[in-house]
């Protein structure tokens, strides 16, 4: 029969499977067990509101058998099974293979590190076979289908016999090398100590053949004339995992180790998590949690596909895979588990969303992701920032969204670059610093990290000695105008025109320069009426001779942001500029100085003085041309 061939990527990640010098290949068994489990899981919970499929809770159960003359482990379940179409589809691709990345064509198994990139699941039974046999019936369906492969060169799928639903993974163990004894996959007590070690805590009983052996008397007697006894072995089914879902456990026995290494396999992440949050409430609503905050987003977190939730039980009976309403949309990143005995099995999905019990619960996980964020904030400011880093971007999409609603929640656990060092900083630990003297919280806006700490505007409130906080993400100003402000003090862009830092006397001091060149500036707005609203003297200059600014609620980099929308949206939504100009540099002098004897020259000034002030601001010139024979013919 004709070999149906893997997918490509498929292929080669079985090939680095297969030549695997991967020493943690034990772990197959933990894979394969888990898809036993979660095909149980499937079931079971259709057994809640189907009686047709006729199995109790406490009928499902995974076996493992080992026959040592065959060298092979069948791992059988009676879960959802699969389809002769759910074979191919699941069994002839890798999973997640969105979160797979090979680097380079040229990759090696001895370069990657599989288990390190990504949860390996079924293909990991290569590690330690040399052919694998699926034989399963799914639920619902007449016939039965054989899915087998020796690996790289295909698989067959073939009609096959079997009665009950339900899947058996039948692993045929290599043969043992001199360097490799994959023999001691076939002895009970390693397999028993496998599934102790990584598959105890599953939900549904592990089941295997225990040899016992009893030392029963005999009729013949020794010279001391006792009963001489002789060894009867008996085998017997035994359960060898706790079932005790992790998140029952006490502390003690549910260790942060232990926590993190479900939390990888369960929600397949490589990474340790940054935090783990254990919550165990007694009252009028009891439930256990057991949450984690991922390190990194996954490769799907700002897509659709991603879906956010946290998965619910009734002492430890899944009722749902994904429950959204137990947390908010701001923190769509925590995973985990949530047990309570109080909420009944077959609540459907629409009673759920008004269920009290689960209001109750969502509104104290809230507080609890929360108070871990701070606490992290301060205890562990280098994890924060890997939290940061990866979820910075929905914590910032939380305070905008929903009206604002969440942002008393989210503020706390701002960060941002500053001038104050390398680091990134809270608002709080900003106020912390900042003198009597200084009104506000001040911020430059631009796409880079580079352009923001040089805009010219800077310079006066570095000058004051105040601390400068860098917006860099195209989203936090409108996380600062939806905060407005923090611990009452206003936050307010460098560009955005009074900066509340001249003393009286400086005021009326420009004041009267403004008075003394009131001709030039009206002929200057006159001049640069197409690019911007107003032209102002400032204060807020020291080395710089110009700068962009603007008035109004839309800012540059508001600006800048829409107009890199799809649609026109960039054409209606454009700041109100205003051009400053620094009245005691050399160019403001030579400008007067123009104006006073040719109006044409002075004009050509101001068009290269305008255009200077919008690249500062990182915006674009419209005419580059025009800018540079300008700037020619002054020279
Ligand atoms: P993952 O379990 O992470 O999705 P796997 O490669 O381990 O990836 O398995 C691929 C898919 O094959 C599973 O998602 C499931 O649909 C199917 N599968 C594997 N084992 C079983 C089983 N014992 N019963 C039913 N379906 C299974």
Sequence with gaps: MAKKQFKAESKRLLDLMINSIYTHREIFLREIISNASDAIDKLSYLALTDDK?????????????????????????????????????NLGVIAHSGSFKFKSEHETPEDVDIIGQFGVGFYSAFMVSDKVTVISKAYGAEQAYMWESTGADGYTVTECQKDTVGTDIIMHIKPDTQEEHYGEFLETWR?????????????????????????????????????????????????????????????????????????????????????????????????????????????????????????LYSSGVMIMENCADLLPECFRFVRGVVDSPDLSLNIS????????????????????????????????????????????????YGIVGEYGMKKELLKD???????????????????????????????????????AAGLPQNEQVRAKGYELLYFVEDIDEFVAQMLFSYEEKEIRSV?????????????????????????????????????????KLSNALVSSAVCLSYEGEISLEMERYFRQMPGDAGEKIKA??????????????????????????????????????????????????????AVCTLI
């Excluded at 809770?57 to 003359?69: A, N, P, Q, T, Y």
């Excluded at 009028?284 to 977190?301: E, G, M, N, V």
């Excluded at 994890?383 to 910075?392: E, I, L, P, V």
């Design 349 to 396: 999905r629409e009673i759920l969303q008004h269920d009290r019990q689960l209001k109750v619960i969502a509104g104290n996980l809230e507080n609890k992701v929360k108070a871990e964020l701070l606490r992290l904030m301060t205890a562990d400011p280098e994890k924060y920032d890997t939290f940061w880093a990866a979820f910075g971007r929905q914590i910032k």
């Design 53 to 89: 499929v006729g199995l109790n809770r406490e009928d499902f159960r995974i076996r493992v058998s080992l026959d040592k003359d065959a060298r092979t482990i069948t791992v059988s379940d009676n879960g959802i099974g699969m389809t002769k179409e759910e074979m191919e589809e």
């Design 191 to 311: 397999i028993r100590e496998l599934i102790k070690k990584y598959s105890d805590y599953v939900r549904f009983p592990i089941r295997m053949d225990i040899e016992h052996t009893e030392y029963v008397e005999t009729e013949e007697t020794d010279e001391n004339g006792n009963k001489k006894t002789e060894p009867v072995t008996h085998v017997q089914e035994e359960t060898v995992n706790s079932m005790v879902p992790i998140w029952q456990r006490s502390k003690a026995d549910a260790t942060d180790e232990k926590c993190v290494a479900f939390y990888k396999e369960r929600f397949h992440d490589t990474q340790d998590p940054v935090a783990v949050i254990r919550v165990n409430a007694e009252g009028l609503t009891s439930y256990r949690a057991l949450l984690f905050i991922p390190s990194k987003a996954p490769y799907d977190f700002y897509s659709r596909d991603y879906k956010p939730g946290l998965a």
């Design 495 to 535: 560009s955005a025109g009074d900066l509340g830092l001249e003393t009286e006397e400086e005021r009326r001091e420009q004041e009267e320069t403004a008075g003394r060149s009131q001709e030039l500036l009206a002929f200057l707005k006159e001049t640069l009426k197409d690019d911007v609203t107003d032209v």
């Design 576 to 629: 109100r500029h205003v051009l400053e100009l620094n009245p005691s540099h050399q160019v403001f002098a030579a400008l007067t100085a123009a104006f006073g004897q040719d109006k044409d020259r002075a004009a050509k000034i101001a068009r290269v003085l305008c255009d200077q002030a919008k690249l500062l601001a990182g915006l674009p010139v419209d005419d580059l041309a025009a800018y540079s024979e």
């Design 413 to 451: 656990l701002l960060k941002f670059p500053s001038s104050n060092s390398d680091k990134l900083t809270s608002l709080k630990d900003y106020v912390g610093r900042m003198p009597e003297s200084q009104k506000y919280i001040y911020y430059a806006a631009a796409d880079s990290l580079h352009t």
